[in-house]
């Protein structure tokens, strides 16, 4: 009688004790399970009514979860519908509780990859903690990669790379709302846009760790590039082209010394062995750091390369440029034909109507003219169809200026011309 209830009134130590024993304290972990469905009930009609003692309840059997696997086989998915079902009603501490025991329980092997996987993806959008958020990305990100270490787990891969396609795909038949003018989102995109973005966001960070190097990952990023939600799009397309819109390394490296700084502050201290070998470590790493800057700035051919359908894949791009023009930025729909343009070289495809878009903005008043003509540039192939580059060039025909830059453009094409229109770009070799 004693022991029960000073152990009944003392979790901690009655944990202990359990994983120490498990048969020897199974009354006791009983009475505590029994007692946690009771509070459970009144907790899930008043969330606000013994939340602390709740939460108490909670981590205490997460904790010793493993030595009672038949009695606790339902307390995984209690706390997963407790979160996804309760959640908007849920403190914050009893929401990171929830969480971290969810986590706990996955360390323990008491659930899967999956489950844990299929409890957290549908926070990520919901989640107004910063600090919440990055533990259930973090989460995520360290799972997948745990699985993957030794060799693919192409099990889990296939199962995360479903789910995360769709939370892309449900937000596809969304209106398109674009970044400028009236058009312009004003109070956010919705959660289809919030949910699409948090996957294609975990999609590329897995691409950038090698973890995932797939066409289904492709794929996921590609479907992205259609989205109607402007961010959505842009975070896809960015992938594509290589480009962090959002680089969290990027403030770490602002913010670290340069090499100069750290040579100028080697001649001013005091100078000893270990601290020429910490200079010479940290100038490897900033010169290493710089290097994968510099290689990061060309474009994700290996991703390009494995686009499913990329003739599809552009005329879709085409089409939404096209449809949606006026409600698109300048930026965004610069980014856009520098996409279909790298897509377009690098699988030596035609979308002939991308010509005839771009003429519009060869104009000697556009301000990002160089960026439009490399964008023009890249598209440009052995089987580019002679009569939309002849169409470029009469059309330039206005322009001095802009007739230069596409002669110049023109010229490394030359060979698809027939012999007349090389005799007549023939006078503007001197030129340009």
Not at 252 to 261: G, I, R, V
Request: glycine letters at 4%; aromatic letters at 8%; proline letters at 4%.
């Amino acid at each position: 009688m004693g022991r029960g209830v000073l152990l009944t009134s003392n979790l901690p130590q009655l944990q202990n004790l359990i994983k120490r024993d498990p048969p020897a304290y199974q009354e006791e972990f009983l009475q505590q399970w029994n007692h946690f469905n009771s509070v459970r009930q009144i907790f899930q009609t008043n969330p606000d009514e013994q939340a602390p003692h709740f939460r108490e309840l909670v981590t205490f059997i997460a904790q010793v979860a493993q030595c009672y696997p038949k009695h606790t086989k339902d307390f995984p998915t209690v706390l997963s519908s407790l979160l996804l079902e309760s959640y908007g009603v849920l403190s914050p501490e009893t929401r990171k509780t929830l969480v971290q025991n969810l986590v706990m329980l996955r360390n323990k092997d008491v659930i899967s990859s999956i489950e844990l996987l299929k409890s957290l993806f549908p926070l990520l959008p919901r989640t107004t903690s910063s600090q919440l958020r990055s533990f259930i990305r973090k989460t995520i990100l360290s799972d997948i990669r745990t699985a993957n270490l030794k060799t693919k787990n192409h099990k889990l891969n296939r199962a995360v790379q479903t789910m995360l396609f769709g939370m892309v795909e449900r937000g596809m038949e969304g209106e398109v709302i674009g970044d400028k003018g009236k058009a312009k989102a004003t109070t956010g995109s919705g959660k289809e846009g919030e949910e699409a973005m948090w996957a294609i966001v975990l999609t590329k960070e897995l691409w950038k760790k090698g973890i995932w190097n797939d066409a289904k990952t492709v794929s996921i990023v590609a479907l992205g590039c259609q989205h109607p939600v402007v961010k959505v799009q842009s975070a896809s397309v960015h992938f594509f082209l290589n480009v962090d819109e959002e680089d969290e390394d990027s403030d770490d490296e602002d913010d670290s010394p340069s090499a100069k700084t750290l040579q100028h502050r080697r001649e001013i201290n005091k100078k000893t062995r270990s601290g020429d070998k910490k200079l010479h470590k940290q100038i490897k790493s900033i010169k290493a750091k710089q290097k994968r800057k510099d290689q990061n700035a060309l474009p994700n051919f290996p991703a390009l390369q494995l686009l499913n359908d990329p003739q599809t894949f552009g005329e879709k791009l085409y089409d939404r440029l096209n449809r949606y023009d006026k409600r698109y930025s300048l930026d965004h729909k610069i980014i856009i034909m520098q996409l279909l343009s790298r897509v377009m070289g690098s699988h030596k495809l035609c979308v002939l109507g991308f010509y005839t878009y771009i003429m519009k903005y060869l104009t000697y008043h556009q301000l990002r003219i160089p960026s439009i003509l490399v964008a023009l540039a890249q598209s440009v192939h052995d089987f580019t169809p002679p009569d939309a580059l002849l169409r470029l060039y009469e059309n330039s025909l206005r322009s001095s200026f802009i007739l230069v830059l596409v002669v110049k453009l023109l010229l490394r094409v030359s060979m698809l011309f027939g012999r007349f229109v090389e005799d007549n770009l023939g006078q503007w070799k001197k030129i340009s």
